[in-house]
């Protein structure tokens, strides 16, 4: 079953509010069965949006527990330490064209 974005369903819902009904038909409940429609679709959208966003936040939980931070904060403050001291010379890698 193809699902509908919250456009889509927005625009069939005012496309069809605006159709002529038998009179057996109440028009207010239309309304409320197109309404209640275009509303689970927003939540569907909103509940994908929320499973993306905790997918990613996960992800970047994990890299950042890879990472030894102490050691990565030792390394940038001992290359700080050099450059002050004028002990570390920054060398630029030259491309070699193969």
Known sequence: MASLTYD???QLRYRLAGIELPE???R??????????????????LEALEDRCRAVKDAAVEVSGA????????????????????????????????
């Open 28 to 45: 207010a409940q239309l309304n409320a069965l197109l309404t209640a429609g275009v509303r689970a679709v927003l939540e569907q959208e």
């Open 8 to 10: 889509q369903a927005n």
């Open 67 to 98: 990472v030894d931070w102490s050691a990565q904060a030792r390394r940038i403050r001992d290359r700080a330490d050099a450059r002050r001291s004028g002990a570390y010379i920054d060398r630029h890698r030259e491309e070699v064209a193969l």
């Open 24 to 26: 057996t038909v109440d």
